[in-house]
């Protein structure tokens, strides 16, 4: 590809987006004498005016030499080391190049110098080539005002594509993760595959199932947690992922008829869309967010609800009132539900059932959410999630930990019998959300936001 050095001005990238933290570091380092560089997503999310959910240094600096320029600062990672920088409560990730030199592909270490190329473009060049996507092969430095392009990393953000680097099935085989990210991308730009790409995808899927199953629940976090959940979804399910990966999730879109460019909604795809709306690159979530929401749509797919138990057990475990109280506001809401979901069963009508009947349905509903829970750890339930459709390849990946699902069980599989003295007496589901607090997974935010996107998806807003 031809090498391209643009102006910034030319997309628009202001030094104000650069946040307060990561610019004293560049600018320490700078004044130390190094090369240094934005690199990768926020580079690409600069220059497409998105909100990039982290900033990624690069320097010519050696780790121990950015050690002794940051007195808070640790190098972590064996085989890709890198320097954490900690600048109040947040961590500035900074790269060498020499390291990437060291720890990068055999291919690119012993690479002949094109003819015209002086040693800072041949550094960064070579830089750029052990990257995974063109369009995370960017680098951007704030004090010329200059993003370097060494593989057409622009052009495919303007014709809306995730190439790889390297062509796609040797990209893959060397780092089966590359698959996921491709679909985090995709989803979270709204771009397409190129078809190489979409093809390697397809073929080498399977290859997923020899990951390390910590390694698959952090890429299934970055696509569910950040603001690109449902789109997510339906890519994975789009080419054959899902099946392997959320195999539950697979058959409950396989009983609804669901195609595979399928551009209808549904109740789980509902309920992930309402969680997007809240969360955002920089505003995540916690995991055990949207683990919730899986068990609860499973206890629904399992035994539908009527809306009203619904209602009642999401304002119980947002507000902290009584049962009894939740159960009344519930049954005074005027609103009407989304009678298009399978999972939801009765009229509003069932309403007049006595208020101790409308009490046990709540708690079975709470210890449904429980068991369903425990069967997302379940090997040989998710061994036969897809038994019926004997064409879907077969999948046993466990990728949540029993504790996580324990803590998971505790937040969502309870509701309080007598009120919290502390608790508001008709709550309202618009309080500010505290993403700090949400982020890190605190029990009353996480529920807080759970209910409101449960009971926005029953009664959609109008």
């Known amino acids: 590809m031809p090498w391209k050095k643009l102006d910034a001005d030319e997309f628009g990238i202001q030094r104000s987006m650069i946040p307060d933290s990561t610019r004293m570091v560049l ?8 090369q240094v560089y934005l690199v990768g997503g926020c580079v690409r999310d600069l220059i497409l005016d998105r909100i990039p959910k982290d900033f990624d240094v690069i320097t010519t600096a050696e780790l121990k030499e950015v050690r002794k320029v940051f007195p808070r600062c640790q190098i972590v990672g064996r085989r890709f080391p890198i320097c954490h920088v900690y600048v109040d409560d947040i961590i500035i990730e900074v790269s060498s190049f020499s390291t990437s030199a060291r720890t990068g592909k055999a291919t690119s270490k012993n ?44 052009e495919d953000l303007r014709n809306s594509k995730v190439r790889t680097v390297s062509a796609a099935k040797l990209s893959f085989v060397e780092d089966t993760a590359r698959i996921l990210r491709a679909i985090r991308i995709a989803a979270r730009l ?17 290859s997923l199932l020899r990951l390390d199953p910590s390694r698959i629940r952090m890429e299934i976090n970055y696509m569910l947690a ?69 068990a609860f749509h499973k206890a629904l797919v399992d035994q539908p609800r009527n809306p009203t138990v619904v209602a ?39 309403t007049a059932d006595s ?13 449904s959410i429980r068991s369903a829970a425990r069967k997302l750890n379940d090997r040989d339930y998710i061994a036969n999630a897809m038994s019926e459709y004997p064409q879907a390849p077969g999948s046993d990946m466990v990728f949540l930990s029993r504790p996580m699902l324990e803590r998971v069980e505790k937040m969502f599989g309870s509701v309080r019998r ?12 618009e309080r500010r959300i505290n ?26 807003p109008t």
């Open 355 to 367: 208020e101790s009947k409308i009490s046990q349905q709540v708690i079975k509903l709470a210890e």
């Open 312 to 350: 009642s057990f999401c304002l119980a475990i947002y507000s902290e009132l009584s049962l009894s109280e939740a159960i009344a506001i519930a049954r005074s809401n005027s609103k009407q539900h989304n009678s298009h979901f399978q999972e939801l069963s009765g009229y509003e009508k069932d």
């Open 27 to 34: 600018n320490k380092l700078k004044k130390k004498g190094f």
């Open 111 to 154: 690479l002949r110098k094109p003819a015209g190329c002086d040693e800072r473009d041949y550094i960064r060049w070579k830089n750029c080539l052990e990257r995974d996507f063109t369009v995370n092969g960017l680098m951007f430095d704030p004090s010329e005002n200059v993003v370097y392009d060494y593989i057409g990393g622009v």
């Open 190 to 206: 709204g771009f397409s595959l190129t078809k190489d790409v979409a093809i390697s995808v397809k073929e080498l899927s399977s």
């Open 435 to 460: 993403y700090k607090s949400l982020a890190l997974g605190d029990f009353n935010e996480t529920r807080r936001v759970f209910a409101r996107i449960v009971f926005d998806t029953i009664y959609p």
């Open 418 to 429: 007598k009120r919290n003295q502390e608790a508001e007496d008709v709550p309202s589901l």
């Open 226 to 294: 950040y603001g690109s959940a449902e789109a997510s979804l339906r890519l994975l399910w789009r080419f054959g992922l899902m099946e392997l990966l959320l195999p539950i999730q697979a058959s409950y879109l396989v009983s609804q008829g669901f195609r595979r460019r399928d551009g209808r909604s549904n109740m789980l795809l509902s309920l992930f869309r309402n969680l997007d709306r809240l969360v955002a690159p920089d505003r995540p979530c916690n995991e055990f967010l949207w683990i919730g929401i899986l």
